[in-house]
């Protein structure tokens, strides 16, 4: 049975040792990834899960080494055949995964031009790959893309409901988002509205994400990473309010000078004087958002204004049921037969 060698499969993955986070971050990643996908599988019956595709071919972006697992393994126990077109320069785990995955229809590449002899192309990527693959695919197989996004996070001060796997307090659920992936995942908040006065706000932040850096230490920052945050800390530091530490940094700003690009821990942090504030935010920008986390005890005011926008609770951003819109995308109805 294909789920129950995708699960086996599964169970034998190991993090990556170069993938830029720390080893702690990285096993992190790992388990946040794998454990919805095998709850998913292990309850679904495989005698109503079936592919609407025979074979697909992935294209991965290098941002996130997990991002490509949820499609790749749900792919292959519907009955799929799966090719998987990974950068050159990132995500080389997936070289390792895929010799692991015996009996399964998994191979992987780096070739550019392999689009022609599939049914269904699935790609992730900046908005420009986007879209010279939809044109690559317009005479021929089907296209499916995920372009840039990015999210964010409100707090509104109502009590948060607990559970036992993030933190408990609203600013180390934000502080636990910021640190999977190490803010690099498009379901990064990579900024927080909150009517919290900054002077209260930007403490508790700072105290919490430097709790969240022991149990997920930040990992590797590259180059051009380490300018693009000194560039950000540079302009706040002349507009706003700056707490910077080796493992982090959070940015007290006003909203019109916020940038929607997430960097490795770095969070920028607005005050707004109300929830129509934030709402009128998330309004004006649904179209560009992946992921809005909140503690709103009753997040159905956003079914009107943001429709096709993911929302969660907070801490649970970077941690997705496999059950949801994708980008307003109800992926699992797109891809598999499940009655």
Same mark, same amino acid.
């Given at each position: 049975?294909?789920?129950?060698?995708?699960?086996?499969?599964?169970? @034998?993955?190991?993090?990556?040792?170069?993938?830029?986070?720390?080893?702690?971050?990285?096993?992190?990643?790992?388990?946040?990834?794998?454990?919805?996908?095998?709850?998913?599988?292990?309850?679904?019956?495989?005698?109503? %899960? $079936?592919?609407?595709?025979?074979? *697909?071919?992935?294209?991965?972006?290098? /941002?996130?080494?997990?991002?490509?697992?949820?499609?790749?393994? &749900? &792919?292959?126990?519907?009955?799929?055949?799966?090719?998987?077109?990974?950068?050159?320069?990132?995500?080389?785990?997936?070289?390792?995964?895929?010799?692991? @995955?015996?009996?399964?229809? &998994?191979?992987?590449?780096?070739?550019?031009?392999?689009?022609?002899?599939?049914?269904?192309?699935?790609?992730?990527?900046?908005?420009?790959?986007?879209?010279?693959?939809?044109?690559?695919?317009?005479?021929?197989?089907?296209?499916?893309?995920?372009?840039?996004? %990015?999210?964010?996070?409100?707090?509104?001060?109502?009590?948060?409901?607990?559970?036992?796997? /993030?933190?408990?307090?609203?600013?180390?659920?934000?502080?636990?988002? *910021?640190?999977?992936?190490?803010? $690099?995942?498009?379901?990064?908040?990579?900024?927080?509205? /909150?009517?919290?006065? =900054? +002077?209260?706000?930007?403490?508790?932040?700072? +105290?919490?994400?430097?709790? @969240?850096?022991?149990?997920?230490?930040?990992?590797?920052?590259?180059?051009?990473?380490?300018?693009?945050? $000194?560039?950000?800390? *540079?302009?706040?530091?002349?507009?706003?309010?700056?707490?910077?530490?080796?493992? %982090?940094?959070? =940015?007290?700003?006003? =909203?019109?000078?916020?940038?929607?690009?997430?960097?490795? $821990?770095?969070?920028?942090?607005?005050?707004?004087?109300?929830?129509?504030?934030?709402?009128?935010?998330?309004?004006?920008?649904?179209?560009? &958002?992946?992921?809005?986390?909140?503690?709103?005890?009753?997040?159905?005011?956003?079914?009107?204004?943001?429709?096709?926008?993911?929302?969660?609770?907070?801490?649970?951003?970077?941690?997705?049921?496999?059950?949801?819109?994708?980008?307003?995308?109800?992926?699992?109805?797109?891809?598999? *037969?499940?009655?």
């Amino acid at each position: 049975m294909s789920v129950a060698k995708v699960l086996r499969w599964l169970d @034998a993955l190991t993090p990556p040792q170069n993938s830029g986070l720390s080893d702690e971050g990285a096993q992190e990643a790992l388990s946040a990834a794998r454990t919805p996908i095998q709850e998913f599988l292990k309850n679904v019956p495989s005698t109503v %899960f $079936r592919g609407r595709y025979g074979h *697909v071919t992935m294209v991965a972006s290098r /941002t996130v080494f997990t991002a490509p697992l949820e499609w790749v393994a &749900l &792919l292959l126990a519907s009955g799929s055949t799966v090719r998987l077109k990974r950068p050159e320069a990132g995500l080389s785990i997936w070289d390792s995964w895929v010799k692991t @995955a015996e009996n399964l229809p &998994l191979t992987i590449t780096t070739e550019r031009t392999l689009l022609h002899d599939t049914e269904l192309v699935i790609a992730m990527g900046s908005d420009e790959t986007i879209a010279t693959l939809k044109e690559q695919c317009l005479t021929g197989p089907e296209f499916l893309g995920f372009g840039s996004k %990015f999210s964010i996070a409100l707090v509104t001060n109502e009590t948060v409901i607990q559970d036992s796997k /993030t933190p408990n307090d609203v600013w180390g659920r934000i502080a636990a988002d *910021v640190a999977l992936y190490d803010t $690099r995942g498009c379901m990064s908040p990579s900024i927080v509205l /909150t009517t919290t006065p =900054l +002077h209260e706000a930007i403490p508790r932040l700072a +105290h919490a994400m430097e709790s @969240a850096n022991v149990i997920w230490p930040r990992g590797t920052i590259s180059d051009f990473e380490g300018a693009k945050i $000194r560039e950000r800390i *540079v302009l706040s530091k002349l507009v706003g309010q700056v707490v910077e530490e080796k493992a %982090f940094s959070i =940015l007290g700003l006003p =909203l019109h000078y916020t940038s929607t690009a997430a960097l490795p $821990r770095v969070l920028q942090v607005v005050h707004v004087d109300s929830i129509a504030d934030m709402l009128s935010y998330v309004m004006e920008h649904a179209g560009q &958002l992946s992921t809005v986390g909140t503690d709103l005890s009753d997040d159905t005011i956003f079914n009107d204004i943001a429709p096709h926008t993911r929302v969660c609770k907070l801490g649970q951003m970077q941690r997705p049921p496999i059950l949801r819109l994708h980008d307003g995308i109800p992926w699992i109805d797109k891809l598999f *037969v499940t009655t």
